[in-house]
C-alpha cells in the first residue's frame, strides 16, 4: 500500500504546490516511486510543473527522477450507483491506479471547498497544511480573539479535518498525521509572528497537529518553475555554486522532509 500525502488547504496562494512539487520530487530523487494526483482542476499548479519538467527534459535531453502523474479517471454516469458520487469514484480510481506503481502518492487540493479536497482528505495517511504567518490564514484554522491569544473555537477547514478523522476511524484505518507548516514567515513584525507561534502551539495541542517549518519567500521558487525544476535540481542543470539564499532554501527543504517523518524516509540531501 502505497503512503497517501495530501497536500491541503482552502486558501489560496498559502504554497500548496510548491511544497507538493518539492516533497514530491524530492522522494523521486531518493529513489521513491512517487504518483502524484492534482485535484485543482481549473489552475492544475502541480500539472503545470510536471509537464513543464518533462518538457524541459525533452528540449535538454536530460533525466532526473519525477513524480509520475495519474490523471483523474474518466468514469460514465451510467457506471455510478444511484446516491453515489462520481467525483468519489474518479478519485478512487486514480489511486487505485497509482497504489500498485508508487510508495508515495501526492494529492494536491485545491485552494477551496470541494467535494473531491474532502474525500482526499479522508484517504491521507500525512497531511500537509501550508499555512502563510498570519491571522488571516489562521481563520481558516481556527477564530481567535481580537488581541490573538484566545482560541474561541475550531473553524470550518479543522471541522472538515476532523470529519476526515471520523471517517478514517469508523473505516478501521489508522490516524492521519497532521501537519501544519508555516510558510513565508518574514523577520519583521515580531510581535505578530510570536503572536502566531503561541496561537499555533495552543491549537495544536487541542485539535492534535504538529506545527512543521516551511518554506520563506524566495525569487527562486518563482524562476524554477517553468521549466519544472527544484531547489534539488539546480546542480544538474549546471549551477556549481548555489548562493546564500539556494542553500538556505535546501535546508528549510530538508527539515520539512525531516518533520513529516515519513516511512522509510532519510533526507539525504
Request: with cysteine; aromatic share 6%; proline share 4%.
Amino acid at each position: 500500500m502505497a503512503h497517501i500525502i495530501v497536500v491541503g488547504n482552502e486558501k489560496g496562494g498559502a504554497g500548496k504546490s510548491t511544497v507538493t512539487m518539492h516533497i514530491a520530487t524530492a522522494l523521486a530523487r531518493m529513489g521513491h516511486r512517487v504518483g502524484a494526483i492534482d485535484l485543482d482542476l481549473r489552475q492544475q499548479s502541480f500539472v503545470r510543473y510536471l509537464v513543464n519538467r518533462q518538457k524541459h527534459f525533452a528540449e535538454t535531453g536530460m533525466d532526473l527522477p519525477s513524480p509520475t502523474y495519474f490523471p483523474l479517471s474518466d468514469i460514465e454516469k451510467s457506471q455510478i450507483p444511484d446516491g453515489e458520487n462520481i467525483y468519489d469514484h474518479r478519485l478512487s480510481a486514480a489511486v487505485a491506479k497509482a497504489d500498485p506503481n508508487s510508495d508515495f502518492i501526492l494529492i494536491d487540493c485545491p485552494g477551496s471547498h470541494t467535494r473531491l479536497s474532502q474525500v482526499a482528505h479522508s484517504l491521507a495517511d500525512t497531511l500537509i497544511t501550508p499555512l502563510n504567518d498570519s491571522f488571516v490564514d489562521f481563520d481558516l484554522l481556527a477564530h481567535v480573539s481580537s488581541d490573538g491569544e484566545k482560541i474561541e473555537g475550531p473553524s470550518v477547514y479543522s471541522e472538515m479535518v476532523w470529519h476526515a478523522r471520523q471517517l478514517r476511524a469508523q473505516a478501521g484505518l489508522k490516524p492521519i498525521d497532521w501537519i501544519v507548516v508555516r510558510n513565508r514567515v518574514g523577520a519583521q513584525q515580531m510581535v505578530n509572528k510570536l503572536k502566531m507561534e503561541r496561537a499555533l502551539d495552543k491549537l495544536a495541542k487541542r485539535i492534535g497537529f504538529r506545527v512543521g517549518p516551511g518554506f520563506n519567500e524566495r525569487v527562486i521558487f518563482r524562476e524554477l518553475f517553468p521549466r519544472g525544476l527544484t531547489l534539488l535540481d539546480l546542480k544538474d542543470v549546471g549551477v556549481k555554486q548555489l548562493n546564500i539564499s539556494n542553500i538556505a532554501a535546501r535546508q528549510e527543504l530538508r527539515e520539512l522532509v525531516k518533520t513529516l517523518d515519513l516511512p522509510n524516509v532519510t533526507a539525504k540531501f
